[in-house]
């Protein structure tokens, strides 16, 4: 087994704010994901990576940056915190497969004041 | 771009009480289909994923089926109890890229 780690788990950030969130697996796959949860619209892609040298815009990538800095780690960074802005912010991975199930962190839940 | 219409978006159900929660998808190509469950606080776990060529799937207290016909996949919590309280998504692949389509859930609630 292994175990996909984000961190950190809750983040208050400022309006205007750059702010940062990051995710490790150790499963040793190689694509990984990250999604926007929004109350009542499921989950959104904003980035995914389907190797270590790889990165992909999603349907949600405006306003977000992404970095995969090694096989087991893919970051993702909001470029400008929007006031009022609660979401959950979910990394996933995969093997590489375009037909995988994908393994998911718990979560970071972000507050913009 | 292709879509999956999942409901009800919200569900309550007594203890040892049926539970269903259907998806109806789009794509003529989708091949794989997920059902995944988030507990609160936690993120999607994997319930089952099924093929387009297996039509019915039972898994521990649960059955998934498949209706190629209607583009409908089902499932069904067949005595449900209050540990089963969660949001359910289901999602699906053409396997043509790496991006999955998914419901946009169904927040479940047994009472005892």
């Known amino acids: 087994g292994g175990i996909i780690t984000q961190t950190p788990k809750f983040l208050i950030g400022q309006e205007g704010q750059k702010l940062t969130l990051k995710c490790q697996q150790n499963f040793n796959h190689d694509t990984m994901y990250w999604y926007r949860q929004d109350s009542g619209k499921g989950l959104r892609l904003i980035y995914y990576?389907?190797?270590?040298?790889?990165?992909q815009k999603g349907d949600l990538s405006e306003g977000y940056d992404a970095s995969r800095e090694k096989k087991s780690s893919f970051s993702l960074t909001v470029t400008s915190a929007q006031k009022n802005e609660m979401a959950v912010f979910l990394c996933a991975s995969s093997i590489r497969d375009t037909y995988a199930e994908q393994f998911f962190g718990p979560g970071t839940r972000l507050t913009v004041l | 771009g292709e879509q999956v219409e999942q409901r009800p978006p919200h569900l309550s159900v007594r203890e040892g009480d049926s539970a269903v929660i259907i998806c109806t998808y789009t794509?003529?190509?989708?091949?794989?289909f997920f059902w995944y469950k988030q507990e609160p606080g936690a993120g999607l776990q994997l319930l089952m994923k099924?093929?387009?060529?297996?039509e019915i799937n039972e898994g521990q207290g649960f059955t998934v089926l498949l209706n190629k016909k209607d583009k409908q996949l089902s499932l069904n919590l067949t005595a449900a109890h209050p540990g089963d309280s969660a949001v359910y998504f289901c999602?699906?692949?053409?396997?043509?890229?790496?991006?999955?389509?998914f419901g946009k859930g169904t927040s479940l609630v047994v009472h005892p």
């Open positions: 794509d003529p190509n989708s091949y794989y």
């Open positions: 099924v093929f387009s060529s297996t």
């Open positions: 990576s389907i190797t270590e040298n790889d990165l």
């Open positions: 999602a699906e692949t053409s396997g043509g890229n790496y991006k999955p389509t």
